[in-house]
């Protein structure tokens, strides 16, 4: 038994009496009581962090008091009023002011009260606040920070202080000895003196002799010490150390200017700008001033130090030592994780501050200023971004270049090291808020905003346009044409697919996104895909053969409503399978996850953060795997490196797969495994799960409840017959969404139902059709019985003829037919509000695909059976790899024929499967039949059908094709070359190595084309040698990259800029003094769109904000792949893979491949084809100058 906590009451009757006297706040508050609707007036006193109240005003002694360290005050909204009363009593109670009182400590209760006025509830708020100290806890945090910061300083300085004494002290010894040998040499010679004088003689011949002797020796040495130093010029080492000297006085001059740029920002920017902020009246305010800039002063003066250091040791030449220098700036560097960590937010801000005129007018004159050469406050915000991996880089080259056996040979891998770990923690970073960017992004396109964009937890997958088919009415389409102009332009929508939400949108004449007003917001919870129609259907046949099999259904059942059902069109059926696989992958994620969440935190009474912690496999580092802090889509930790064992492990864990995982996999791994041995895997998984999957996967996918709630048992003999569940059974469905004509490609369970506990009891085939429970072991009231029915009456009502009552909502017609629920009493339940187990709900859902169950095989012992559990939850996730395999990643099978002749193999083996359910048949033979069918419906043009359709018997001239149709067909032309470029020529940077021919022939074959339209473009301008039509010439191209742009073809934009700035166009003064002054407004503006400034950084936010189709300029992803691959190995010295970087390359292939899956709606045009392709016209560069020259030559100087 615990004692009470004693405590002195004199003293605390002496604070209550100082808190009368001279508390810091003092008046009546309403307190409320233990019942739930009453509130006492009391009077109320606080003294410094103790909060009295007393009875009354006169009180001597407190009723109780509070101690307010560590608490927090928020304002509370008013209490619903039971009924309503008179009008002045409703008013009285709505000036009320309420709030409450938290403390930091468990086991204390929250703290109501409200007082009458609301200045006076503010004030209380604000002392109360005070009184918790939070403010002082703060400044507590940073001081400490700041003192562990100087105790690592001093520490340094005493490791180098003790090495200067070891080193003072060694020399010391050397000039000891030094002494002692000079002493020595001294006495030789002085006993060798007389010795000496009488051998002198002055014989003249002698002494001849004796020079020529000496000079032979002289010039033998210097003949010695010449070849030697030669050798040595001549030598690896020599030639290591000048390339690490080299490094060294590059990295000086990029550090000196790097110092330059910071000085810049903040002199020029940001100290002019804190000024402008403190005027009378300022254009920006002080805290966006702080946004912008973040702590890039700090980082300069850390800099300036750095670079002071640098320059000294420089004196010391040839002898460079600069690893203690990077000893004394590793811990500094932390400074950059704020940076990086809001960079983005900081550009937000500025693009929000450049909206006031007078804020955009003062810097563009700071933007004037001759020291910023032209560069904009963006360009200077952007530069700390690089400095961390450019210290990567430096350090890489210097250790190439640097012995085994030099000094500081540790010391540089050790700065390497942290330097590395320093940037992956910003990595992390970064990426925890790029998607959260990205939503904003999106949020702040949609005019009518989007709150469900503000949840951090979704996850960008996939945008693009479909179309929508009009109102669907009784299951039955209207009667449109595919074909139909009105269809294409009035039902074109914008889609966005998000982890947990579907968005549909409009877009105006303006560019700006509107949502839907019904279903433009689809929960995916409430989402039922419908991939395609049963043959029997005539209605569906119909639409099949209207819409060419490129439509798919959503059907939504939203809770309290009607359901209804949105068709859309896809432009092809690579895309529809594409956006198919997608939302049928977050669907099942979610669901899923919901199910694992309830089963979780209503049975076993466990969260799911600590049924993570309690595999320790997830969350903890491991010799052959390593978490990084950011979570998944399924809240996970993400993986870093992890051996190829275990990457598969994960792939095949049957609690989770996250679709951000599963696309970075696919995307990125043969570049450390191979397709065959993941197919085997997965076959491991189908054939044998149970000693494929990993121990702990299993025991965690059965857990259940230990406590006595979850102990009922029918039969002590039989601890199988009773089960608990904690998840919803299936929801009911209508007969026009039913699985029999239908394929529903997830678990269809509402997870926002209201939970109650759910017991599956077993009678026999001989047992009545309701099971006696005892009092001890009955279930408590408002909880459902799911009842079994003995298997004579499962046969009888397993009749095609369904009544109402199966139609109830407690009981769908998808729902096994031996499976009824009833409430305690006996009643059929009327609802599904119930909850089961994940493994039970899962044979649940997968064996309600079908009215009936396959014969020689009995539903009660699939739920019941553990093993049958575990099968096909296995299959499914095999099939689901596999569907999401061949959906979006057909070009592996269509290049290696023998893994595609193993997974139509697998498959078929799948199909021969007599347990196998529908839904998981119909799958399988979805995936086989994709498989297995050739490439038909591929309406796609190829660049070699189109040069082979170009013979045509007269070629167009350029002065007759219009600036529309050439601009149409270059980007028909750009978006073939662009789109035939397979995904697994991104990997490897094929494309900079010698056989890249062989490696990336699509890639070069993008860079040739990209090289040919440019050419063409210069040689026609040239080929015209009056002045007046080469300015028209120009003029007209640059319309056509006017038109490109609004087709959204920047590889086009580019191809046409990069031409007109060529030497052999640029130089021609005369001609560009008759371009008109609105076509060279026009160029500027489209030059600085695909400016390679700041990485491309204005056509990536044009990227960002376009939509599909879109070709963008390859040359940028391959900068950023390069920049990845140079950066980081593939593989940690223990022979790890580096996943962080596959999922950056991922990242930018499933941008890539974004475009690439969205066509163009252009018709092919022969004869404008004919003149693009025609590499007659195009003049080499040698001969493009020569021209120039001679149409406008060089003026005399």
Known sequence: MQKSVRYNEGHALYLAFLARKEGTKRGFLSKKAAEASRWHEKWFALYQNVLFYFEGEQSGRPAGMYLLEGCSCERAPAPPRAGAGPGGARDALDKQYYFTVLFGHEGQKPLELRCEEQQDGKEWMEAIHQASYADILIEREVLMQKYIHLVQIVETEKIAANQLRHQLEDQDTEIERLKSEIIALNKTKERMRPYQSNQEEDDPDIKKIKKVQSFMRGWLCRRKWKTIVQDYICSPHAESMRKRNQIVFTMVEAESEYVHQLYILVNCFLRPLRMAASSKKPPISHDDVSSIFLNS??????????????????ANWPTLILADLFDILLPMLNIYQEFVRNHQYSLQVLANCKQNRDFDKLLKQYEANPACEGRMLETFLTYPMFQIPRYIITIHELLAHTPHEHVERKSLEFAKSKLEDLSRIMHDEVSDTENIRKNLAIERMIVEGCDILLDTSQTFIRQGSLIQVPSVEKGKL?????????????????????????????????????????????????????????????????SGQVFGHLDFKIVVEPPGAAPFTVVLLAPSRQEKAAWMSDISQCVDNIRCNGLMTIVFEENSKVTVPHMIKSDARLHKDDIDICFSKTLNSCKVPQIRYASVERLLERLTDLRFLSIDFLNTFLHTYRIFTTAAQVLAKLSDIYKRPFTSIPVRSLELFFATSQNSRGEHLVDGKSPRLCRKFSSPPPRAVSRTSSPVRARKLSLTSPLNSRIGALDLTTASASSSPTTPHSPATSPPPHTAVLESAPVERAAVESSPAVDATELSPGRSPSTPRHLRYRQPGGQMADSSHCSVSPASAFAIATAAAGHGSPPGFNNTDRICDKEFIIRRTATNRVLNVLRHWVSKHAQDFELNNELKMNVLNLLEEVLRDPDLLPQERKAAANILRALSQDDQDDIHLKLEDIIQLTDCPKAECFETLPAMELAEQITLLDHIVFRSIPYEEFLGQGWMKLDKNERTPYIMKTSQHFNDMSNLVASQIMNYADISSRANAIEKWVAVADICRCLHNYNGMLEITSALNRTAIYRLKKTWAKVSKQTKALMDKLQKTVSSEGRFKNLRETLKNCNPPAVPYLGMYLTDLAFIEEGTPNFTEEGLVNFSKMRMISHIIREIRQFQQTSYRIDHQPKVTQYLLDKALIIDEDTLYELSLKVEPRLPA
């Open 478 to 542: 209207s009667k449109v044409r595919l074909g139909s102009l009105s269809l294409k332009k009035e039902g074109e929508r914008q889609c966005f697919l998000f982890t947990k939400h579907f968005l549909i949108c409009t877009r105006s004449s303006g560019g700006k996104l509107h949502l839907l007003k019904t279903g433009g917001v689809l929960s995916l919870i409430e989402c039922t895909l419908i991939e395609e129609s049963d043959a029997s259907d005539d209605d569906s046949k119909g």
């Open 297 to 314: 002063e700090t980082i300069m003066f850390l800099h300036e130090i750095f670079h002071q250091g640098l320059k000294a040791r420089l």
